[in-house]
Each structure stands twice: as structure tokens, then as C-alpha cells.
């Protein structure tokens, strides 16, 4: 160790340094208490009874510095809980009290019970598995263990133990994902207690096992997922496929509502895992009660502390470079959403959820200069086959839709075919990604031989064409399947929502200032920022659910009027977007 | 009569047969390096010549695509206590605590490593990085060469064998950057080890035992500055006496 530069440690440091062994003693005592074995091997206690433990006393200096900090912080946190508590009393509490008062007086809400147990199910698998995924999905990113950039740059980097410094990261991602558990549960109590006429706290008690276990469980899980590369490597590979899983659920779950129900699935579903160990235990104070729904529970609650036990000690055990990464890409996630760069943050998550990522695939580039920008979105395209999935995933239910929302009258009619066209939308969006990447920085388009503008209507070309192919296949697969004529609609609506797509594309970098647009009518900002963020979108989903009405050749007609309406005012953005035309503050 | 040989230093830190590839790309090709306490080695070579590659294996942040880097004959591994205990890294970009002073942050490392006395240290960290006077100033005060300058001091307010540095004469001014050298030296002389890269001849020259020179991921030579030096950095004066 180094004498006259450097400074000697208290420790058995493993130098010649002089050693103070009464705290020496003191730490390893401290070690004991608050060591566990997790503390072991890498990034452990017992490697640091060579070296002198001084994490007790790091914290301890470092709480009493950042003391003024943490009550400013204590303070904010506790103003958000109070606002949060008060909008969910004062909109659930007092709105369920109402009804369970309007039920006491004789109010009978119990017609749409038999529904409500028929939905239980495969809702509740799809709700469990969809909240699994989601955490395990944002493990690979971010994670339930996510430090501050600043402790993992200054404290992490010194030979303290990482466990006290980590554990209350994971606590508290624990308590954040048990709020959504524990306010569906609640809702599930109050709707059983009205449609099922179940006592509401018996109720309240059974959906609490899966409301606060499966959210739990989750997190723990994803413990493993930030810990180990291989695993994350499944989850990224297995997302899609869990994804189906989910949507098909929810599917069965609307088929079951509508009275085509499968009794022998629903039983398999409920007992394949975790997901639907919840359902069982949901039901058990129903008359639609399952054989052994008690021992779900216990089966979920015994798995959910065994879980945590070990994301507990697992979670000293996560490699600082995971660490790094994660609270980089956190913060950088955060400083885009504080300025509601909603698009950044999704680039920022993206970049270091590919990092690493192998090239496979090559288009070799054409000889003609015109297809030089199919070939340039088709490789991203190509490139990106989750995109693909994701079109599939928004582009099913929206078909399955289409025949509903054709049989309905009025604004039933009117209502489903905006679903519809919405879910469309999201579907044909996913594949105008390369547009949006030229529209984030129109500089990047220093390469084109095109003007701007006519750049941006050259993008629009391969996701039209893969839109309308998506639209043609999804469509001829509905019908071969029993719908009916309406899905054929698809496909002429694919091209005005391609072009809403490319609307959103053009949209460019993110306009904060309009947040604080001054209008006669109060703090409008946020709804001025929202129409101008999904112009696209909030124009055509009214415009189609309407057009998509009327008989089919009139509709074909409308959806080409409207995509030449949207196409100009995408070129007039692009045109905007590229400096010739400068934005009217 | 037998000839007397030179005693033979051993090595504190030995990467073996190191190689890393990124994909199929190699960022390093396979190399042998060998630093002993009171040496230091700089690394020199273009942007992506592997450098910083080099400096993240030698610091456990990375793991060789094969070979083995060992400090003292142990592997190294960041996320090993011992291994950070011992092991001083500065270049990386650092994220500070936006409420903690200069001083608090330095007093904060130090008593991480059970430095005695820690805020005679700290002290003497902030005279000799020229940051006395903005001891009590946050760090989002700092430019960026004093932010530079904190990270340097961090590294001396604790113990260390091994002092990693990544272009630490960045954002330096000439006198911060004289200090640098300065503080090197002394470290060498401490028996501290260094292994720096960097992109500034003078400093190599006026501090290293040994210059690697690195492109594209291979050892194109290495040496002593006075041989090495010329070729990577052509054209280049090299003043003063060692």
C-alpha cells in the first residue's frame, strides 16, 4: 500500500499499514449482525474480512450527510402517497359506498354476475401473466434493483458490502408493484360484493392473495432476470410467445363473457402456475368456487415468501456492471420523460435493451437509385422482427373486431369501430419505425439525393405496402376462420392509417413549450402538447369510425380521400420539419 | 564465474493470453502484459485501438474473451471487494451526489476504505488537485476539468496498489496537467503501480517505465517511451528529462 502519498487503512488492509483492531473487531461483529449469506463470494462479507468491513460506518456517514436530502424527499413522497390516497378514496371509495349503499336499498346489480364468473378465470391468468411479463420485461432494462447513478458510481465502487446499499431498492420496487395488486383486488371485492352478493371483506381477503403475492412474485422473479444474462436472454427470446399466451387469455376471457365457455382450459390455465393459483383463490367465496382453491392460496403465498427470501439475498448479488448500465439507462429514461421526450426515453430503454445485439440479416443494396429508401426501411424492418410481432399482436384483436362492430347499432357501432380502428392504428404504426428515426433528427437525411419532404412520402412506401399485406393476410385468415365481410375493410383501411402513421413520423422533435401554451381557458397545455403529439391518431380514429360505417364502396372511397388528406399534411410537416417552412410559435 | 542477474520484479498485475471480441469483432487481440508495483504502463494508440478495452479487462469491469488477468496472482473482479480495495480506477464518467459537497464526497471514499484520519487526507487530496477552494461547493458547480480533478483526488484519499486511469490529462489544463505528472511520479515512487492510457506524449514520456502501442486491437510495439513514443506519435517533440 502506498506511505507517504496514500492514506492507511484502519483495517488488516494488505499492506503494512497500521491496523486498528478494535474496529476491526466492531466491523466484523457488525458483519455478523448484519451479513447474510448472500454476502458470500463476489461482492460478500467474507471477502471483506480480509480487507476491513466499513460499510456500517460508509452508510451511516453517508445518511448523515444526505439527511436534509432525505427529509426533502421524505416530504415529496409522502405529498404524492396523500394525493394519490385522496383520488383513489374520493373517486373508488366514496363511488363504491354509493353502490353498496344503492345495493342496500334494494338496487339489484347482481344481472351481470354469472358474467362477471364466467370473465374470472381467464382474466385474472391473463392479468397475473401480462403483470409478469411486464416486470420481467422491464428487468431487462431497469430492474426492481435500481440504484442511483451517484451510489452506484461512488458508493458501489468502494469495497462496502452492496447488500445494504441494495436491498432497500428492491423494498421498495416490492411496495410500487403491490399498489396495482392491491387496488384491483379491491375492485374485484366490491364487484363481487355487488353482481355475486359475496361479503365484501371475504372477498377483499381472497382476491388480496393474488393482488399482493402475484405482484411479489413477479418482482422476485425479476431479481433473477437482472442477475443473470442467460436468463434475461430467455426472457427477450420467450416475451412474444408469453405475449400470445396473454392475448389469446384475453380472448378466451371475451368469448366466455359472451357464453362460450371451456370449463376443463379454464381448470388447466388455473392450475399451470402462479397466474391462475390467484384465480382459484379469487373464486373460493363464490358459488363458482373450485375444488382445493384454498390451497392455491396457501400454495401462492408460501411460493411468493419463499421468492422473496431469496430476491432478498439474490439481490446483494448483482453484478455492478448490470448495476452501471441500469442506472444510466434509468436516468436517462427519467430526464427524457421530465421533458416529455416520450420517444427519447423509449430510444434510451430500447438502446440498452439491444446492447450487444448481433447483425444478421443484409439486404444486399439495389442498383436502382429509387429503391434505395425501400431498401433502407426494409432492412431496419427486417432487422427489428418484434415489430412485426407487435403489428401481428395490435392487428388481431382489431380484426376480431371488425364483425362486432359491424352488427352494432348506433354508437355501440360507432364506439367498436373506433376500438377497432385504434387497435389498427398501433398495429400499423409498429412498421413506420424507420420514418420516425429520419424525422428525429432531420440532419441524419444529409445522405438523400431527395428533398426532404419527398424523403419523408418515400418512408411511407414499404410500410404501406407491408401494412396492406398485413391487413390482406389478416383479413383472408378472419374469413377462411367464419367472419364476416367486414374485416375485408381492413385493407382499405390500412392505407389512411399508414398515413396517420407517418403524420405521427413527421412530427419531429419534441414541442415542451407548447405545455405551457397560454389559451383563455386555463392550464389547456398538456392537451394542446396531446393533440399535437398524436395529430395522427386523434384525427383518423374519429374520422374512420364514422367513414368505416357507411357501405363498403363509400367507405373504400372515404379511406383513399382521407389518406390523400393525411399524406399532404404529412408533407406539409415534413416541410416544416426541415426548416423551409419555420413552426408559428 | 556466473554473471549477476537483474532481480526481476514481480508482477502485481499479469493479464494473460487476454484477448476480447465484441461479436465478431475483435477489439483485442490476444497479449501478454505484465505490471509491477512502482511501474507504470501507458497505453497510446488511436480512438478504438483498444485502449479503453485494455483498461476495462485490467479492472474486472469486463471479462476477457479468453485469457486471464490477475492481480497478485487472484483474478480480478469488480464486483470483488478486495479487488476494489485495492484497485483505484479514474476516467469514467462519474455521476456525483447533486447534494453532497466536494469535501463530503472525498470524506465519503475515504471512510469507506477505513482510511485514520480521514479528513487529513481529504484535505491534503483537495490541496493537491487544486481543488482547496471549492471544497464546499456542489459538485454541479465544477467544470469539467475540475470534476476531472475530483475523480483524481477521489483516488488518493484511499488506499491503492493499482492506479487505472483513463486519459486522465482530459479537460486538464497545462498546470492541473503538470500537477498530474507530478502525482504520478509520486505514486511510482509510493510503489503504487499505474496503468494509464492516454493520448498526450509528453505524459507517457515524462512518467512511463514502458509505452504500449496499440492499433486496431494489436500490440504494434512496446518498450521504453523513448522508443515507442516516435512511432506512435510522429512528429511530435518530447522535451525535458525524464
Known amino acids: ?585 | 564465474m556466473a554473471k549477476p542477474k537483474k532481480a526481476v520484479r514481480p508482477p502485481l498485475l499479469a493479464l494473460r493470453q487476454v484477448s476480447r471480441r465484441y461479436g465478431g469483432r475483435l477489439a483485442l487481440a490476444p497479449l501478454d502484459l505484465n505490471i509491477a508495483a512502482g511501474e507504470c504502463v501507458a497505453l497510446v494508440g488511436h480512438n478504438g485501438s483498444g485502449k479503453s478495452t485494455l483498461l476495462r479487462l485490467a479492472a474486472g469491469r469486463d471479462t476477457p474473451t479468453s485469457g486471464t488477468v490477475k492481480l497478485d496472482g487472484e483474478p480480478v473482479d469488480e464486483n470483488d471487494p478486495r479487488v476494489r480495495a485495492r484497485l483505484a480506477v479514474v476516467g469514467d464518467v462519474s455521476a456525483c451526489y447533486p447534494d453532497l459537497t466536494v469535501r463530503e464526497h472525498l470524506a465519503l471514499v475515504a471512510v469507506a476504505h477505513g482510511v485514520e484520519e480521514p479528513l487529513t487526507w481529504v484535505d491534503r487530496a483537495l490541496t493537491d488537485r487544486g481543488l482547496a477552494e471549492h471544497a464546499e461547493v456542489l459538485p454541479d458547480s465544477l467544470s469539467s476539468g475540475q470534476l476531472q480533478s475530483l475523480l483524481l483526488a477521489a483516488a488518493l484519499v484511499r488506499p491503492r496498489d493499482l492506479l487505472i486511469l483513463d486519459e486522465p490529462e482530459q479537460r486538464l489544463d497545462p498546470g492541473a496537467r503538470e500537477r498530474l505528472a507530478a502525482l504520478l511520479r509520486a505514486e511510482l515512487a509510493d510503489g503504487v503501480a499505474v496503468l494509464l492510457a492516454t493520448h498526450h506524449p509528453d505524459l507517457a514520456f515524462h512518467v512511463a517505465d514502458r509505452v504500449v502501442l496499440l492499433e486496431d486491437g494489436v500490440v504494434l510495439a512496446q518498450g521504453a517511451p523513448q522508443n515507442v513514443l516516435p512511432t506512435a506519435f510522429p512528429g511530435s517533440a518530447l522535451g525535458g528529462d525524464r
Open chain 1, 1 to 585: 500500500m502506498s506511505g507517504d502519498t496514500g492514506p492507511g487503512t484502519g483495517s488488516t488492509g494488505n499492506g503494512t499499514d497500521d491496523n486498528n483492531t478494535d474496529d476491526n473487531n466492531t466491523d466484523d461483529n457488525n458483519t455478523e449482525e448484519n451479513g447474510t449469506a448472500d454476502d458470500n463470494g463476489t461482492g460478500g462479507g467474507a471477502a471483506l474480512e480480509e480487507t476491513g468491513d466499513w460499510t456500517a460506518e460508509t452508510l451511516e456517514l453517508l445518511r448523515a450527510l444526505r439527511a436534509p436530502h432525505r427529509r426533502s424527499r421524505a416530504g415529496q413522497i409522502g405529498y404524492a402517497v396523500y394525493s394519490f390516497m385522496l383520488f383513489v378514496l374520493s373517486w373508488g371509495g366514496l363511488f363504491s359506498l354509493g353502490l353498496f349503499a344503492n345495493a342496500s336499498m334494494g338496487a339489484n346489480y347482481t344481472a351481470d354476475g354469472p358474467h362477471l364468473l364466467a370473465a374470472l378465470p381467464s382474466g385474472v391468468c391473463a392479468l397475473s401473466l401480462g403483470l409478469m411479463l411486464m416486470v420481467a420485461r422491464d428487468a431487462l432494462w431497469r430492474g426492481p434493483v435500481v440504484a442511483p447513478r451517484a451510489t452506484v458510481d461512488w458508493l458501489l465502487m468502494q469495497p462496502v458490502r452492496p447488500g445494504p446499499v441494495l436491498r432497500p431498492w428492491l423494498w421498495v420496487s416490492c411496495a410500487i408493484a403491490v399498489v396495482p395488486g392491491l387496488l384491483a383486488a379491491a375492485a374485484a371485492a366490491v364487484a363481487l360484493g355487488l353482481m355475486e352478493r359475496v361479503p365484501f371483506l371475504s372477498a377483499l381477503g381472497w382476491a388480496l392473495v393474488g393482488g399482493i403475492c402475484v405482484p411479489l412474485l413477479a418482482t422476485a422473479a425479476a431479481v433473477l432476470v437482472e442477475r443473470s444474462t442467460s436468463v434475461a436472454r430467455w426472457v427477450r427470446r420467450g416475451s412474444p410467445v408469453v405475449a400470445l399466451v396473454v392475448m389469446l387469455l384475453a380472448v378466451q376471457c371475451v368469448l366466455a363473457v359472451m357464453g362460450h365457455r371451456s370449463t376443463l382450459l379454464e381448470r388447466i390455465e388455473m392450475w399451470s402456475g402462479p397466474w391462475g393459483w390467484s384465480a382459484l383463490a379469487g373464486l373460493v367465496p363464490t358459488h363458482a368456487a373450485q375444488p382445493g382453491g384454498w390451497a392455491a392460496g396457501l400454495l401462492l403465498a408460501v411460493l411468493t415468501v419463499l421468492a422473496l427470501a431469496w430476491a432478498h439475498r439474490a439481490s446483494a448479488g448483482i453484478p455492478l456492471g448490470s448495476l452501471r448500465l441500469r442506472a444510466r439507462t434509468a436516468a436517462g429514461v427519467a430526464a427524457a420523460l421530465r421533458t416529455a421526450e416520450l420517444r427519447s426515453a423509449r430510444l434510451v430503454q430500447a438502446q440498452a435493451d439491444q446492447k450487444g445485439r448481433k447483425v444478421r440479416l443484409r439486404i444486399p443494396p439495389p442498383q436502382r437509385a429509387a429503391l434505395i429508401v425501400p431498401w433502407r426501411d426494409l432492412t431496419s424492418l427486417l432487422r427489428a422482427p418484434s415489430r412485426f410481432g407487435r403489428a401481428v399482436l395490435f392487428a388481431v384483436p382489431a380484426l376480431l373486431l371488425a364483425e362486432p362492430a359491424a352488427d352494432a347499432r348506433g354508437a355501440d357501432r360507432v364506439l367498436l369501430t373506433a376500438l377497432a380502428v385504434a387497435l389498427g392504428y398501433l398495429g400499423v404504426a409498429q412498421l413506420a419505425e424507420p420514418a420516425r428515426v429520419e424525422a428525429d433528427d432531420p440532419r441524419r437525411a444529409g445522405w438523400s439525393p431527395y428533398p426532404y419532404a419527398k424523403l419523408m412520402l418515400r418512408h411511407a412506401m414499404v410500410p404501406v405496402a407491408a401494412s396492406l399485406l398485413l391487413m390482406t393476410l389478416g383479413a383472408g385468415v378472419a374469413s377462411a376462420l367464419g367472419e364476416g365481410p367486414a374485416v375485408w375493410l381492413a385493407p382499405a383501411a390500412a392505407l389512411p392509417l399508414t398515413a396517420a402513421a407517418m403524420v405521427n413520423a413527421c412530427r419531429g422533435p419534441s414541442r415542451q413549450e407548447l405545455m405551457y401554451t397560454p389559451t383563455g381557458a386555463g392550464g389547456m397545455g398538456p392537451f394542446i402538447f396531446l393533440a399535437w403529439y398524436a395529430a395522427g391518431p386523434l384525427t383518423t380514429v374519429p374520422a374512420l369510425a364514422f367513414a368505416l360505417g357507411s357501405r363498403p364502396v363509400t367507405a373504400v372511397l372515404w379511406c383513399l380521400l382521407i389518406s390523400a388528406v393525411l399524406m399532404y399534411w404529412s408533407y406539409q410537416r415534413a416541410l416544416t420539419l426541415s426548416g423551409r417552412h419555420r413552426p408559428k410559435d
